[in-house]
Structure formats: C-alpha cells, structure tokens
C-alpha cells in the first residue's frame, strides 16, 4: 500500500520543481523529503523524478503518478 505522507511529497516537490521549496512547503526537512522520494520510487519501480544541480524535473513516468495521485 502507498504512503501517502510519500505521494503528498511527491506533488508538492513536482509543483515546486525544487527539494528545499517543496520541504518548505511541507514544513520538513530537505532530507527527509529525498527519502519520502526514494522510498516512493523503490516501492513503484520507477524512476518518479529527474536530479540535477538546478533543480528537479518529473520523468516520463511522473505524470501518470501524478494523476493517480492528484
């Protein structure tokens, strides 16, 4: 069964685009959301969100788990 702690991080980090915004906006720390994240992704068997030194992107996979999720 999916956390939804985990999901509500998900599309609050896809709408922010950026880790430290979108923990901001959940009142959690940075490192706590990358772990909500990676632990969503594992349990999906998806790569959910694209790293990078400017930000985050969603992948191909994002929008269809955005939309269940919305």
Do not use: D
């Amino acid at each position: 069964m999916l956390n939804l702690v985990w999901l509500k991080s998900f599309t609050t980090l896809v709408q922010h685009r950026r880790f430290q915004a979108a923990a901001q906006a959940l009142g959690i720390a940075q490192p706590t959301l990358s772990q909500h994240i990676q632990k969503l992704e594992e349990q999906l068997g998806a790569l959910l969100i694209r790293r990078s030194k400017t930000g985050c992107e969603p992948t191909k996979s994002s929008p269809g788990a955005y939309a269940a999720c919305a």
